[in-house]
C-alpha cells in the first residue's frame, strides 16, 4: 500500500553557504525570480522553493533536494532532482536546468494557466471540481521514434487511476518515470510522492508492450492537480497537524505498553487517543492506518491493495486509500520520526497489532505455496464517528 524513500518536509534549514548559493543561482534563473529570506520565490505562482545540495559522494553527479510551499495548498510538495557533469558544476549546472524544465515551468507557468483537463470526482458524497496539468516529458538517452513524447501518453494510460485516487485534497500531483534498458525495465509512479504499486505495474505493462527491447531511454512527467476552492471541504489535515497527532498515538501506546504477543485494548487506546485529539476522524485514521503502515515496511513481500474498506458505525465503504488527505502525511511523518519521537518499542507495538502482520504470518512457508496470495485486501475499522475527508 505504501513507500517511501525521500528526505522529510521538516528538513534542514537553508543556512550552509552551498545552500545559499544554489537557492540564488536558481532565483537567478527564473525571469523575475526573488530570494527572500533563503527561498526563491517564483514570480507567477507566488511559490516559495528550498533548495538543498545533496552529497551522495559520487565524482561528477550532483543531487538537490526542493521543498515547495504556498499558502493555499494542504502538503508540500517535495522533489528530487540529480544528474552528471563531466565536472561537479556541470553537474550543479545541468540539474537546474532539469528542475526548472520540469516543475518549475510546470506549476509557475503552466498552473497558472489554461489548464489541460478539467474534472470532477465524487468522494464521500460530495463533488469535486479539479483543474489538472501535464508537465514536459524529459527524457534521458537517446530519444527513440517509437516512444511518443509529446503530448500526454502517460496521462491517457493513467488517467482513470489517478482520478480514482483523488479524494479532498487541495493539491495533488503524480510523478512517473518510465524507462527501458533491453530487458530492464523501470516503472514507477507516486501520487504525492508515495509509490502507487498498481498504477506502477500498468505503467511496466505498457513499456514491455509498445516499447522496442533496444531503447535506452528514460522519461520522467509530472502531473499537477488542484482542486476548486468552492468544492473543497476545509479540513485541519496538513503535515504538521498529522505529525502531532502522530506522536501523540505513539505516546498513548507507549503508555499502555503490554509485553509482545498480548493483546491490547483497542477500544481504550482509542478513547485515550480521542480524549487528546483535536481532530476525532484524524485520531480515528491514524489509529487504524498506522499499524498497517509500519507493518508493511517489514513485510514488504505483502502488497496490500490501494483499495481499502473503511468500517464504521456499521457501514462500510470502499475507497481508495490515496483519497484520505491524511494518507501521504502519515506515511512522511512515521518516517520521520521512526525510532526517533517514536520508539522501536512502539513500532514493534504497531506491527504485532496488524492486520498485515497477522496475514504474512499465516501464508505457507514455501514461497512457491504462497505465490498468488501475497496481494491482501485491508479493512480499517475506524471507530464510531468517523468523518471522511
Known amino acids: 500500500m505504501t513507500s517511501w524513500d525521500q528526505v522529510p518536509t521538516d528538513g534542514p534549514t537553508v543556512t550552509d553557504a552551498s545552500h545559499i548559493e544554489i537557492n540564488q543561482r536558481i532565483a537567478d534563473m527564473i525571469s523575475d525570480g526573488q530570494l527572500v529570506d533563503g527561498r526563491v520565490i517564483l514570480p507567477n505562482s507566488g511559490v516559495s522553493v528550498r533548495a538543498v545540495l545533496g552529497d551522495d559522494g559520487s565524482y561528477g553527479r550532483a543531487t538537490i533536494y526542493l521543498w515547495l510551499d504556498h499558502p493555499d495548498w494542504d502538503r508540500t510538495f517535495f522533489e528530487t532532482a540529480s544528474a552528471y557533469g563531466f565536472t561537479e558544476e556541470e553537474a550543479i549546472s545541468q540539474t537546474i536546468l532539469n528542475t526548472y524544465l520540469r516543475v518549475f515551468q510546470l506549476i509557475d507557468h503552466l498552473g497558472t494557466s489554461t489548464p489541460d483537463e478539467r474534472v470532477a470526482t465524487t468522494f464521500a458524497g460530495n463533488r469535486h471540481a479539479w483543474s489538472l496539468w501535464c508537465g514536459y516529458i524529459t527524457t534521458s538517452g537517446e530519444s527513440v521514434p517509437d516512444i511518443p513524447s509529446d503530448g500526454a501518453p502517460y ?18 500531483h503524480v510523478k512517473i518515470t518510465a524507462g527501458r534498458q533491453g530487458n530492464q525495465i523501470v516503472a514507477e509512479v507516486r501520487m504525492n510522492n508515495i509509490i502507487s504499486p498498481e498504477m506502477s505495474d500498468l505503467l511496466s505493462a505498457h513499456i514491455a508492450a509498445t516499447w522496442p527491447d533496444y531503447a535506452e531511454v528514460i522519461h520522467k512527467q509530472l502531473i499537477w492537480i488542484k482542486q476548486d476552492e468552492d468544492t473543497y471541504l476545509p479540513t485541519d489535515r496538513r503535515y504538521s497537524d498529522v505529525k502531532k497527532q ?98 522501536e518499542e ?42 471522511l475527508s
Open 246 to 343: 502522530l506522536i501523540v498515538c505513539a505516546k498513548v501506546f507507549q503508555d499502555m505498553w503490554i509485553s509482545p504477543g498480548d493483546k491490547y485494548d483497542k477500544a481504550e487506546y482509542e478513547r485515550l487517543v480521542i480524549e487528546r485529539s483535536h481532530d476525532r476522524s484524524l485520531g480515528l485514521e491514524l489509529v487504524s492506518l498506522l499499524p498497517e503502515i509500519a507493518a508493511q515496511q517489514l513485510y514488504p513481500h505483502i502488497r496490500v491493495s490501494e483499495n481499502v474498506v473503511l468500517h464504521c458505525d456499521g457501514v462500510d465503504v470502499a475507497i481508495n486509500i490515496h483519497q484520505l488527505s491524511s494518507y501521504a502525511h502519515v506515511c512522511e511523518a512515521l518516517d520521520s520520526t521512526w525510532c526517533e519521537e517514536v520508539n
Open 346 to 387: 512502539v513500532v514493534c507495538g504497531w506491527v504485532e497489532s496488524s492486520a498485515v502482520k497477522d496475514f504474512a504470518t499465516s501464508l505457507p512457508s514455501n514461497p512457491e505455496q504462497a505465490a498468488g496470495q501475497l496481494v491482501m485486501k485491508l479493512t480499517l475499522n475506524v471507530g464510531p464517528g468517523h468523518q
Open 155 to 172: 496521462y491517457t494510460l493513467l488517467r482513470p487511476e489517478i482520478l480514482a485516487r483523488l479524494g479532498n485534497q487541495k493539491v495533488a
